[in-house]
């Protein structure tokens, strides 16, 4: 007997496919049934082979060899994946299978996941296509009764083939001639680049380049006390012609007149208008908004919000398919929201919302239902199924964020009342403004819990005009800040509105309708791509808001790629051009062949262009900073420094300003004002070890050195210079201290015993907010090196911590801290968790185990390890100062491996993401992600 193959993308689609076509038995790869085989792909079984699967001499990265234009791409297993692509393998040579149907998603990525599994396999069997978009049984019965060509889907398989080959072939040539030219002896890393992460990466650099370049500039701002029929109300100054935000007084004359007027009391008059505004509900949630909203209201990364909706789909069913872009339901989804809203009715943090909407029934249902609106997949809702017991904490944030915009959605308008009241004084104009909730509608549900409404001005009588007496101002003297950083939030709506960063209208179009850079499932992995090539980081702003940045790696290489004359590889406007190619594609307006050989041309002027660069003309046009302050020759700009043109192999100035300085980028306008004078002002962009902003000036010392002065603590040009000790490298000098520190009075003139060829030994006067005292730097200059222990230090953070210096033999300090203590006073050695007394599962066996009734997996206070006599199976509780929870560690045990997990801390501060795996002595270790 016949039958026929479904293949579908993902196990729950097959499992709602096998319900409908009578396949009932679940096997390990697929629902079997008398008439129909129901299998699956779970995503990409199937990836491009590296470059040195088509030659050896590849292995090795060098310019000859590029560029790597295969004239057939080869096909290999991703990893993992071997099993489940084994199984169809073997399902599409079946001989009773005799008609194969392809059910993976409805869109170019679904489209490529089947076409690459059937060429692998080999198979010649008929296709039909499955165009599912709709879920209900309803509609996958109706779907199959009448299924697609697969002749009328060939555009959309090309076009999708088009895309994977042009994004290897960019991506890869362009990172392995990058990586030869820019890497240095102590750079390891790769200098990847590609189509989306490149253009990426370019909106955060721009961002920064407008940071570094910000000058603080001063102004004021005038506040009034007013009273207007009894009542009190404050008002702020502003300029109705003047720039945004036009409360700002940038003149001192333009200030000290206002100051005056107001000093005299005079008498105003306040007028004001009301008007009601309506708030239509936020429509459903799509993946990028979804982890957009995750990181406004909790601070989660891309990945972390997507790792946490993956887990809430795949294990626990409580919502739909997070990996879409689509933000309405299919028009037959009627009965599914109603079936979510009376399961949601039965718990209680979504009883009141719920039971309002069976009772007065279902808004916005026009835009929440459109056919037209859904793509590949529909919106994320809540299932009305599944149970929220177990759930981590991050999951119930996720899960809780989906179920509210999911109710506000159907829930009427919201209507707050506006009022705006100008109170006129001798012709200068104050403005208060209030905007208060008047009818909650949908904000009922979704605004955070605890918010507190404000009360309106009372209404005046005349709101024509009213006399207003003057009670009171104030001045006040700020200064203007750089542009705010870019949030996961800000950068992932930069992605998907990408087409604001391209200025032809018609490539914009394309980019809008496309849905900008990348997908919603590759977003967070691109971000987290940028931040493992060290091109960007996580940080945490001067304001205290989590931020992403550019670090100076990233800067570099946006620099050089533009200078290489590669404008296109850093903007939206390659990904514009390729998609608006690829849709006449899909069409059937463009050739396959045709768009494979543009790109193909384009790949090469891409290596042509680096490879032919030098460094020396690639600022070739850029004027000079001024004079070297050392030996008055020009002072030229390189990719990593501001260095003399006296300088080099051939010359004999030292004087360079590294491009990084305190984990900032030294931009040209700082290079020039430190060569010009000896100080920067204080600026924003520096950062700890633990990327961390805070503002500091740069500064020149008499000998060319660039050092970093944190805001705030100013040198003392009232220190009174004392002779402290002989100094330790000279017998016929002394350390003296001075308003510059502690310095031996050769400084910068005689030899010392670090090799250098001026004495550059220098101690701070305070450090870290602690001034040092004569008897400290004694000890740090004396025998030992060391200081007994010091407290009173302060952190970047503005925390108090305790410390011992020690003096390198470089004249470096460093810094030895004591160990971490418990209340007790004994050292810390691990931090302690409750005790669940349920066993979490057998042992693996791995190590010294013995495999008996004895060998089960316990929690302890800080570890979980198995009870077996002589095993070594044991994982701290805490790894990296991240908690393990109890389902993470029962997935390793059980698996041997977790899946990727963040919050993990490096011994250098800085935060990464690992999945952990299980070892053959019982212990963990980190995997990463595969680097190109």
């Known amino acids: 007997m016949s039958r026929t193959l479904i293949i579908a993308e993902k196990p729950s689609v097959a499992a709602d496919i096998a319900k409908v076509v009578g396949a009932d038995t679940k096997e390990t790869h697929a629902w079997e049934g008398e008439s129909h085989v129901v299998s699956w792909a779970v995503g990409h079984l199937l990836e491009f082979v590296p470059p040195e699967g088509y030659d050896d001499s590849l292995k090795r990265w060098r310019l000859k060899d590029l560029p790597i234009l295969p004239d057939e791409f080869k ?77 009328t889907v060939q555009g959309l398989a090309d076009a999708a083939d088009c895309r994977a080959e042009s994004d290897w072939l960019i991506g890869m040539n362009a990172t392995r001639a990058l990586t030869v030219r820019l890497r240095s002896q102590r750079d390891k890393i790769v200098w990847s680049a590609g189509r989306v992460q490149t253009a990426t990466l370019a909106m955060i650099v721009r961002r920064e380049r407008e940071i570094l370049d910000h000058e603080p500039e001063p102004y004021w701002v005038i506040e009034a006390e007013f009273k207007a029929e009894g009542n009190d109300y404050a008002a702020n100054w502003f300029d109705p012609q003047g720039e945004a935000p036009r409360n700002r007084i940038f003149d001192a004359a333009r200030r000290d007149a206002l100051v005056k007027l107001l000093e005299g009391k005079p008498a105003g008059t306040a007028t004001e208008t009301r008007k009601d505004s309506k708030e239509t509900a936020p429509p459903l949630l799509d993946l990028t908004t979804l982890q957009r909203e995750a990181n406004r209201r909790f601070g989660f990364s891309a990945r972390a919000t997507l790792s946490a909706a993956q887990a809430l789909y795949e294990q626990h069913k409580l919502i739909t398919y997070p990996r879409t872009d689509s933000r309405a339901l299919p028009s037959d ?38 056919d037209k609106a859904v793509s590949d997949h529909f919106a994320i809702i809540p299932t009305g199924a599944g149970t929220t017991t177990g759930l981590r904490n991050d999951e119930k944030k996720i899960f809780d964020l989906v179920v509210r915009r999911f109710l506000a959605a159907f829930h009427p308008n919201a209507i707050s009342t506006e009022v705006e009241r100008i109170t006129t ?41 009213t006399p207003a007496e003057l009670l009171s101002h104030t001045l006040e003297e700020k200064q203007t800040k750089p542009p705010a950083r870019l949030t996961e939030a800000g950068l992932l709506g930069l992605m998907e509105t990408a087409g604001k960063e391209v200025d032809d209208a018609h490539l ?58 590669l404008p296109r590889l850093t903007s939206a406007e390659l990904t514009a051009d390729l998609e608006d190619a690829l849709r ?53 700009e390189t990719l990593r420094t501001y260095v003399c043109g006296n300088g080099g192999p051939k010359g004999t100035c030292k004087f360079v300003i590294w491009k990084e300085v305190g984990g900032r980028y030294v931009d040209r306008k700082s290079a020039a004002q430190l060569i010009v004078g000896t100080e920067t002002p204080p600026k924003a962009g520096f950062f700890t070890r633990d990327n961390r902003e805070y503002e500091a000036a740069l500064g020149r010392d008499e000998d060319g050195r660039i050092r970093v002065r944190s805001k705030g603590i100013e040198e003392d040009s009232e220190v009174e210079e004392i002779d402290i000790m002989p100094c330790p490298h000279h017998d016929d000098l002394m ?17 010392c015993a670090y090799g250098k060829k001026k004495c550059n030994l220098s101690l701070p006067l305070v450090l870290c907010q602690k001034e040092l005292t004569v008897d400290q730097v004694k000890g740090l200059l004396g025998e030992e090196h060391t200081t007994e222990l010091i407290e009173g230090f302060i952190s970047k953070r503005n925390r108090p911590f305790s410390a011992t210096l020690k003096l390198a033999e470089t004249g470096r300090i460093n810094w030895e801290f004591p160990p971490r203590t418990r209340g007790g006073g004994e050292e810390e050695a691990g931090r302690q968790f409750e005790v669940n007394p349920e066993p979490m599962g057998k042992c693996p066996g791995v190590g010294r185990c013995p495999k008996d009734d004895t060998a089960i997996i316990m929690e302890t206070p800080t570890a979980f390890a198995c009870q077996g006599s002589g095993c070594s199976v044991s994982v701290p509780r805490e790894i990296c100062k991240r908690e393990v929870t109890r389902e ?22 800085k935060p990464f993401a690992a999945s952990l795996y299980l070892k053959k002595n019982g212990r963990h270790g980190f995997r990463f992600g595969a680097r190109s």
């Open 75 to 151: 096909l290999t297993p991703t990893r993992g994946a071997s099993k489940q692509l084994t199984a169809l393998k073997k399902y599409l040579k079946a001989k009773d299978i005799d008609r194969v149907i392809n059910a993976c998603d409805a869109g170019r990525e679904g489209e490529l996941i089947f076409r690459e599994i059937y060429r692998y396999s080999g198979s010649k069997k008929p296709v039909d296509r499955l165009w599912l978009q709709s879920m209900t049984a309803k509609s996958i019965k109706e779907s199959l009764g009448n299924p697609r060509g697969n002749d």
């Open 333 to 370: 989804y009627g009965e599914k929201v109603d079936e979510a809203i009376t399961w949601l009715a039965g718990r209680k943090d979504f009883k009141e919302h719920a039971e309002r909407l069976k009772a007065d029934g279902l808004e916005n249902t026009a835009r929440n239902f459109d």
């Open 425 to 465: 004084v001798d012709s200068e104009l104050f403005r208060t403004r209030r905007k208060v909730l008047k009818v909650p509608g949908w904000r009922a549900v979704w605004e955070k819990p605890g918010k507190e409404a404000r009360e309106l001005l009372p209404p005046l009588a005349n709101a024509e005009g």
């Open 508 to 565: 914009a179009k394309v980019l809008k309708e496309t849905g900008g850079l990348g997908t919603p499932a590759t977003r967070a992995e691109t971000i987290e791509t940028l931040i493992n090539r060290e091109y960007a980081a996580r940080c945490t702003a001067i304001e205290g808001r989590k931020a992403l940045r550019a670090t100076p790696r990233g800067l570099r290489l946006i620099d050089a790629l533009e200078r290489i004359k």
């Open 735 to 751: 350390i003296r201290r001075t308003a510059r520190g502690y310095r031996c009075t050769g400084h910068g003139e005689r030899e």
């Open 584 to 636: 006449g594609i899909e069409k059937g307006d463009a050739a396959r062949s045709d768009y494979m050989k543009d790109v193909r041309a384009w790949t090469g002027e891409i290596v042509e262009a680096i490879r032919d660069f030098t460094f020396d003309t690639l600022y070739d046009g850029t004027e000079t900073l001024g004079d070297c302050p050392v030996c008055k020759s020009p002072i030229f």
């Open 888 to 909: 993470e560690a029962i997935t390793l045990f059980a698996n041997n491996e977790t899946v990727v997990l963040e919050g993990f801390i490096s011994r250098a501060g």
